[in-house]
């Protein structure tokens, strides 16, 4: 569009213009609220999964050393669990003697509704405490 210089034709013209810019920050400002909302629905997700990886790393050096039951390590993973509302169970924590230490894993499932869109997060942390002196 070609602005003359004429008070009329001035005045529609710029009108044109904010239009479209009016237009450009509601798309962009649509896009980051839905990107809030979903890192808002997900980074806690990936925190707690995050967090509970470490404390079966921890478990799995320590209960080398401390000679920790499979019970003891099954029970002390499942307080972390609760603590971080993960929904998982204590079956679903397994723990195993291996040849070179302890190894450690839990699979679980997290729901996740966004509103528009279901799904469901599988995670499954799994490690292994090594002992050296086998």
Known sequence: MECVFVNRKLQSCRR?????????????????????????????LYVADYQLKDKMSEQARFAIVNRYTEDQIKDNIF??????DIPAKRD???????NHGIA??????????????????????????RDYMK
Not at 79 to 84: A, E, V, W
Not at 107 to 121: G, H, M, Q, R, S
């Open 92 to 98: 679903d924590v397994k723990v195993a003697d291996t």
């Open 79 to 84: 307080r972390t669990i609760q603590d971080l």
């Open 16 to 44: 044109a213009q904010r239009g479209e810019g009016r237009l450009k920050a509601l798309v962009y400002f649509t896009i980051l609220i839905v990107g809030v909302f979903v890192a808002v629905k997900l980074v806690p």
């Open 104 to 129: 450690i894993s839990v699979n679980y499932t997290v729901p996740v509704d966004f509103l528009v869109y279901k799904t469901d997060l599988n995670f499954s942390p799994s490690t292994e405490g």
